[in-house]
């Protein structure tokens, strides 16, 4: 069976996803990979490539002096027969190749990660339409992403669509050292006497940090002095984003890290359990990884009304929640005054996450929809 994967292949998720459901030994035999990555070639990290060659019969870049479309058809024409196409993350910019060479291709897997449908231009819905129209599958692997195929890019066929979810190898870091030793906060602060408050967890403007900053900002001074930031912003960041964030910190008057680094699942499972406090309020969301793995860190999560997870609400797992920015200020006030109560509480309800996040109960329904 001939399998082309198109996505970017220097993004954790799609690595997870290589390493975990297509490198399985007894889902890889008599399987014929093909990756097109859709970005710049040097993006994808040393340790991230060494699997792809391992794994991949053949690998295609998007030429950077060339469309995407025009990349893409060429891909698809030297890797034809093509028994499945799998889409991870949608662009728009696939839809005329696919279109173009349907009539090679057997299979087409559309998988929405999040934001290529919720942050989806309403101009846009109708090319959308069609691009879902001429596929076999579409992963919505959330009530949200399922719901707006359903009713706003009005998916007739419902039995199209599936709901595989991507495992988080970090939660299964977390399972491996929580009853260990205890964290060394200086991960992330200077001071391991300070409360660690993690605020969103990448560097896109969607994360609305400032909006965050600010509410932390007007926090009393008996309590702002027990705070250190944490702004994990290496994926995403734009140096303008980055000047307007770093003014935003030091107005604060509180200690900060800008963090920069990508870090490996053992040393970001390291980080989430080094932090006290997590606030997260991005425009929209899918089903964070992040905000499952810091509350099976035992960290006190604060978060959005507006995003919605149904495990919340299935396991009974404890967060915080706010409808206006305003309103984080006296959140985080009282759950300083309560630190040890409230993590112990977000500790009672969480060890389900083990089960219900990791790649080895998870990867089963992927290989499912080959």
């Not at 349907?102 to 309403?122: E, H, M, P």
């Not at 790649?359 to 329904?365: I, M, P, V």
Request: aromatic content about 12%; some cysteine; overall charge neutral.
């Amino acid at each position: 069976m001939k399998i082309f994967l198109i996505g970017s292949f220097d993004s954790i998720y799609m690595y997870q996803y290589v390493k975990e459901v297509l490198l399985d030994c007894d889902f890889k035999t008599d399987k014929q990979y093909y990756f097109f990555h859709s970005g710049n070639a040097s993006a994808i990290s040393k340790e991230y490539m060494q699997l792809y060659e391992k794994v991949a019969y053949k690998i295609y870049y998007e030429k950077p002096y060339k469309r995407t479309n025009h990349s893409l058809i060429y891909a698809l024409d030297d890797a034809s027969p093509i028994d499945v196409v799998h889409i991870q993350y949608v662009k728009l910019g696939y839809l005329k190749p696919i279109r173009k060479k349907r009539r090679l291709i057997q299979k087409v897997i559309l998988t929405a990660w999040g934001s290529d449908f919720l942050r989806l231009d309403n101009r846009f819905y109708s090319k959308m339409k069609k691009f879902i129209e001429m596929v076999d599958v579409v992963v919505a692997g959330t009530d949200n992403l399922r719901n707006f195929a359903i009713d706003t890019l009005k998916i007739k066929n419902i039995d199209k669509l599936a709901a595989p979810q991507f495992g988080s190898p970090i939660i299964e870091e977390i399972g491996r050292l929580k009853h260990g030793e205890q964290t060394d906060k200086n991960k992330i602060s200077t001071s391991s006497k300070k409360i660690v408050i993690a605020c969103g967890y990448n560097g896109k403007p969607e994360q609305q940090h400032i909006n965050i900053i600010r509410a932390l900002s007007e926090i009393r001074e008996v309590y702002k002095s027990q705070i250190f930031l944490h702004l994990p912003v290496a994926y995403g960041l734009s140096d303008e984003y980055c000047a307007l964030l770093t003014t935003e910190l030091e107005k604060s008057g509180m200690p900060y890290k800008l963090d920069k680094k990508f870090y490996n699942p053992k040393e970001m499972a390291e980080i989430r359990l080094a932090t006290d406090i997590f606030i997260h309020g991005q425009t929209t969301d899918a089903s964070s990884s992040s905000v499952f793995e810091y509350i099976y860190a035992d960290v006190v999560v604060i978060n959005g009304r507006w995003l919605q997870y149904h495990e919340v609400d299935d396991y009974n797992l404890s967060i915080k929640e706010f409808n206006e920015f305003s309103e984080i200020t006296n959140i985080v006030e009282d759950v300083l005054e309560h630190l040890e109560e409230e993590k112990k509480k977000v500790a009672n309800s969480n060890e389900i996450l083990l089960t219900t996040r990791s790649w080895s109960n998870l990867k089963y329904a992927w290989q499912e929809l080959y």
